[in-house]
């Protein structure tokens, strides 16, 4: 398991006080973006779609620091935008730290090696660099729009864990993953020495550029996590919770949780999650008791929300479960434990998927003179 038992352990109190207390919804994660500048481009994020005058805005400290308290988290994760782009980041990480949150501090790393030669921010347990790593250099610099950036990463990570930050990968998988490369790219960061990997389904988010590349299916997410998290290569650490994962191969069943890692930028606290964007409120309070959260979920029928698998959602559902009593701690050790996941149907389908076309291309039907364009392409 990658998270540290001193983690564990401030969650596991955080949660059982928020249960004992009868509180129904508490957030578990602030999604915290002091900023929506970023020095890339990618064709899955629409942040920097954002008109000039909006990339411009960042957050204080303070501001940052007083929606962490706000909120009441144990955790917060920084993306953005860039975070490393703020000026004042280093500031920002050190408040929060000094509240005692964990901070996943998310960065691309095409900075990451610069700053750490400066001597931004110090090791703590406290602090975690998570690193985007979206698959294997060709895979990593196509989803980032920019060659190059998966060496600039790779060296980043290479000092933080020399310098001994915590480090983490935070990987989002996308239509056309070969699923043989996913695991590749699985040893290679085990061998880097990260602290474990965070992966989720891509879905779709409006302001992106490219909206094809999204995953659409829940059967097509099991089928793929399935064949990428069965019958598992020891020494694979993952930092988030085993039941999550196991609900990605479709070994669970939980609604979603909205509120659960709640999203504060420049506009505010965002309703009703992360992926969806439909208004603000001006205080955290505003935003748990006047957002109808039964229109949302799976269960609602909201039609935005019934493919959705997005672990902003779904991993706080998983880990409401493991502190639900005897039955969710059991699952979650027997996942701890037992964890190589053996299926024999899922090696075969792997092994299928070794003579089909992979790639970014692969998923569409587009064709040039009777032939698919992904056929086309793989074939050259």
Known sequence: ??????????????????????????????????????NLACAGCGKIQYPPHILKKQLSPQECVRAALECGAPMVSIPGGEPLLHPQIADIVRGLVAHKKYVYLCTNAVLLKDKLEENFLQPSKYLTLSVHMDGRAEQHDFAVCREGTFDKAMAGIRLAVQRGFRVTTNTTLFQGVDPHEVRTFFDEMMTLGVEG???SPGYAYAKAPDQASFLRERQGVHDLFTMLLSNRRKGWKFNQSPLYLEFLMGLRDYECTPWGNPTYNIFGWQRPCYLLQEGYADSFAELMEETSWANYGRASGNPACQQCMVHCGYEPSAVDHTFSGFNGVWATVKAMIFSSYANPAAQRRLEEEKGK??????HLELTVNGQKVAEAVEAA
């Open 1 to 38: 398991m990658g998270v540290p038992l001193s983690q564990m352990w401030t969650v596991a109190r955080y949660v059982v006080s928020q249960r004992l207390s009868g509180r129904r919804r508490y957030p578990l994660v602030l999604m915290l973006e002091p900023l929506f500048r970023c």
């Open 197 to 199: 990997m965070t992966i």
């Open 357 to 362: 076309p992979h790639g970014p291309l692969a």
